[in-house]
């Protein structure tokens, strides 16, 4: 599910924002006279895209800013981020809203489960780039925070949002109030502390005004510690780094606000009303200068009509309408593997056997092709699967679904061993994904670590969207209950990660 907009825009779209008409997009394709779409890629962006050259080129130049600003905004000496972030942007409008949630500007989502995917319109707008800076805070936090309670999240998402507030060219700030943001004075204004803390998911049957105060008393908490008692937030964020549970990171950093000794938190709350009361807020400039190295090259038509395909449901694309994506896709090349892939996760009783075949003869040394070949061989020889899956991930070391789909085949083959080194690096490169931690814990358990696979289930539920089916949830819930039945005990709190976030010295004013 597409994480579609921050508590701006999400909980006062329906007031602020008109809902606009979509009328159909009369999409044609570069083979019967459209556009050329291009692939614009840097070291961490890859846009899809049918703008213009250079305002495609000045689009990766503020999807890599973006991302340095929450970087540096987080660490005095930023780590080095595995991955790459894939954008896809739209020049028409229509088009751009046929494959978006209702009220978008923009929205963010790990399409397949492992790949960040960002889906913008042809402009940013500040509100665009408010939404960009959220989400990536969401996603780049996820890599050295191995825990994150949901007010800590969505606060300091927020908290950071506002770098993407000013205009295009102005320096970004961190710490400044946005002009929709209500500074919470009062006691009756906010969400307790004590309720913060507990707060584990967005309840659907809220009202819009108790999200908002949830999202703003967060963000006001998180501005609070940050610039008032910096030094236990900075060990607070170094204890969930080492993944404590975040009740017990709370009690270490913060011994002072236990919530279990009578009394604490309401010298928390005294501290924030007199907070509230102040006249000004701290922040500070972030001073950067981005000039990219991008390359371009063209995107075939098949590839296109895959991605609108994966795209439609976000915009409420029927079944039907994404099938007629990939007929026509397939009718361009019958040997796309996207579109194969695709054609297989719309009708899984396809038989794509033959088609993949071809696909990785006509293009052997695309890794898509040989992922879509072990999928067409799921119920055939392991072997021949595993070997189809072990060339994928040669030829995209750095794909989380290449890694992500040899570690599950492997483990699922008995052969747990030969699973552990690309889950530990699937584990690296898409920390933010709970597939990883899922398969992660799966192969640990396999192999007697019981700790590990304790602590990666845990993060697989921790990691789970609020927008996931609740069964999904539960299904997590009950195999690490199961985990914890066959290991006797849990997993003791601080136990290092198998591939931990390098440390780092956070920057000043922020974590």
């Known amino acids: 599910m597409p994480r579609s907009l921050p508590w701006l825009a999400a909980v006062l779209a329906a007031l602020i924002v008109p809902s606009p008409a979509r009328p159909a997009t009369g999409f044609v394709c570069s083979a019967k006279g459209g556009p050329q779409w291009r692939a614009y890629e840097s070291e961490h962006v890859v846009l899809r895209t049918d703008l213009d050259p250079d305002r495609a080129r000045e689009m990766v130049r503020e999807l890599e800013l973006a991302r340095a600003a929450v970087l540096h905004a987080m660490f005095s000496k930023p780590p080095a981020i595995p991955g790459v972030l894939q954008a896809v942007a739209f020049a028409s409008d229509s088009e751009f809203w046929e494959v978006s949630p209702p009220h978008a500007s923009a929205w963010f989502s790990t399409i397949d489960g492992l790949t960040p995917t960002v889906?913008?319109?042809?402009?940013?707008?500040?509100?665009?780039?408010?939404?960009?800076i959220h989400e990536l805070t969401h996603h780049l936090s996820s890599f050295p925070l191995l825990r994150k309670p949901l007010w800590l999240d969505e606060g300091f998402a927020v908290y950071l949002e506002t770098m993407g507030s000013v205009a295009l060219g102005a320096r970004m700030t961190v710490g400044t109030v946005h002009e929709m943001m209500v500074v919470p004075r009062k006691r009756s204004d906010r969400i307790p502390v004590k309720d913060l803390l507990a707060w584990k998911r967005v309840d659907p049957d809220w009202v819009r005004t108790t999200v908002r105060r949830y999202y703003v008393s967060s963000w006001f908490l998180v501005h609070y510690l940050v610039n008032k008692q910096t030094a236990g937030f900075y060990d607070y964020f170094r204890r969930l780094g080492r993944a404590e549970d975040p009740r017990v990171a709370w009690k270490g950093a913060f011994p002072q606000w236990d919530?279990?000794?009578?009394?604490?938190?309401?010298?928390?709350?005294?501290a924030l009303d007199t907070y509230g009361r102040g006249q000004q807020f701290q922040y500070h400039e972030l001073k950067l200068d981005l000039s990219p190295k991008v390359t371009d090259r063209p995107l075939p038509p098949a590839e296109v009509h895959a991605i609108r395909a994966i795209l439609l449901p976000a915009g409420g694309g029927t079944p039907a309408a994404r099938r007629a994506e990939v007929d026509e896709a397939l009718a361009e090349?019958?040997?796309h593997p996207l579109a194969i892939s695709v054609l297989a996760g719309l009708d899984p009783k396809a038989d794509t056997g033959a088609m993949a075949r071809a696909s990785v003869t006509a293009h052997a040394t695309d890794w898509r092709a040989w992922s879509a070949l072990g999928d067409a061989l799921s119920r055939g020889p392991a072997d021949e699967r595993i070997a189809a899956r072990r060339r994928a991930a040669e030829l995209a070391p750095q794909e989380p679904v290449a890694l992500h789909e040899l570690a599950r085949d492997l483990a699922e083959a008995g052969q747990a061993k030969e699973a552990a080194a690309p889950a530990l690096a699937l584990l690296r490169i898409a920390p933010y994904s709970p597939l990883v931690h899922e398969t992660v814990a799966s192969v640990a358990m396999k192999l007697g670590l019981c700790p590990d696979a304790l602590r990666e289930q845990q993060r697989a539920v921790d990691t789970t969207s609020d927008a996931s089916p609740e069964k999904v949830r539960d299904d997590r819930l009950a195999r690490l209950a199961d985990y914890q039945k066959q290991c006797a005990s849990p997993a003791p709190a601080g136990t290092p990660a198998p591939a931990p976030a390098p440390a780092v010295a956070p920057a000043a004013g922020s974590p």
């Open 119 to 132: 889906v913008l319109p042809g402009s940013l707008q500040a509100s665009t780039r408010i939404i960009l």
């Open 259 to 270: 919530p279990d000794l009578p009394g604490a938190l309401d010298d928390l709350e005294a």
């Open 333 to 335: 090349d019958p040997s």
